[in-house]
């Protein structure tokens, strides 16, 4: 019963072939018939042969080819070239973006495995007001504060994979209450209020600089390499990628389907939760909200860098420019004088946009029909 994103799978390895069979002719050769599939074989998706290595470069190195026009255009555009390049605001474009970096990385890995979690943006901002109500209400150190959070997180990301993986449950829906009644603790504790006093070292960590760039920079970039490396260099990636592009056909060659989408649930909330413990840091505590100005933003930048790079696969790199793209984007419509609801109608058109596009390149990518 769970419900699979409009994700692209991973491709499966190709079949091999009888001796003397040519690879573009199955069963050309001597031996079995290989022109179909003997039961519960799987079927490799036929690649889009028409494709010249300059159009498959083309199309994964779209949306950073993209990125670079319109970070030239707003660098000579007189509205916004004043402003646009100076530190000050690459600075503040780069350091709001790490935690909706995180996030987006958090909602990376359950889509890796076919499902949904909406409620990684209210994980983050639950994190934050347990991590800030730890040292402001209960005088805890900073370094437990954080754990506080972060353990919170891993739990709820727990309960999202036991409702989902373990139970059956519709991962739309599970996950999208989940956020719903974390939004009502957030309220019913904070009242609706801020949450202010956090330790001053802890608040001077997320607001100061290294090389010019804020902290939270480099440590949201260690994170996301991590990231990179479970999903492309580790058994465990390899399996989740498999996972999410067919999972009964996982199943039949014996892997944890189960016990690999409950980890990615929370993992997923660890690094949610890790993202709140930055936006604490970065805000100086925390803000009674339901997380929403983060998920949609991350939605955008997972399907967006679906798009690149690895075309048609959900990937790293890929929704690390994803956000780069939308924050550039807005950045500059904002230094131009756009009003302030362009960053909501182009983060939707955007989403909108890249779910097509990710959905085209899932169909090509698998040989299905449009």
């Not at 699979?4 to 050769?29: F, N, W």
């Amino acid at each position: 019963m769970n419900t699979s994103p409009s994700s692209p799978p991973v491709s499966q390895a190709e079949p091999s072939h009888a001796p003397g069979a040519s690879p573009g002719r199955p069963g050309a050769g001597r031996g079995a018939d290989r022109s179909r599939p003997a039961d519960g074989e799987a079927v490799a998706p036929t690649p889009d042969r028409r494709r010249t290595p300059m159009g498959q470069h083309l199309e994964r190195f779209a949306l950073p080819l993209l990125l670079l026009v319109i970070i030239v255009f707003f660098a000579v555009f007189p509205a916004s070239s004043g402003v646009f390049l100076s530190g000050a605001n690459i600075g503040v474009v780069l350091g709001n973006q790490a935690v909706v970096t995180l996030v987006a990385v958090a909602l990376l890995l359950p889509l890796v495995a076919g499902h949904f979690d909406f409620s990684v943006g209210s994980i983050a901002v639950f994190s934050s007001v347990v991590t800030a109500a730890g040292m402001a209400h209960f005088n805890l150190p900073w370094w437990v504060a954080c754990l506080t959070g972060i353990a919170g997180g891993a739990v709820i990301g727990a309960v999202n994979g036991v409702l989902v993986a373990r139970f059956g449950m519709n991962a739309f829906v599970s996950t999208l209450g989940m956020s719903t009644l974390l939004a009502g603790l957030i309220q019913w504790y904070t009242g609706g209020l801020a949450i202010i006093g956090v330790d001053p070292g802890f608040a001077a960590f997320g607001s100061s600089n290294w090389l010019g760039l804020p902290r939270v920079v480099f440590v949201v970039t260690v994170i996301v390499l991590g990231v990179w490396y479970l999903l492309t260099h580790t058994p465990f990636g390899r399996a989740l990628y498999a996972i999410g592009s067919n999972a009964r056909s996982a199943a039949l060659v014996g892997l944890p389907a189960t016990r690999h989408a409950m980890t990615a649930f929370i993992l997923s909330g660890v690094l949610a939760s890790l993202a709140g413990v930055l936006l604490a840091a970065r805000t100086g505590g925390a803000n009674a909200d339901n997380g929403t100005y983060l998920l949609f933003p991350a939605l955008t930048a997972v399907f967006l860098g679906a798009t690149a790079i690895l075309p048609g696969r959900f990937n790293v790199f890929g929704t690390v420019l994803g956000v780069l793209f939308v924050a550039v984007s807005v950045s500059g419509l904002t230094l131009s004088g756009a009003q302030n609801w362009v960053d909501q109608v182009f983060n939707g058109a955007a989403l909108l946009v890249a779910v097509g596009l990710s959905s085209y390149l899932r169909r090509r990518r698998t040989g299905g029909g449009t």
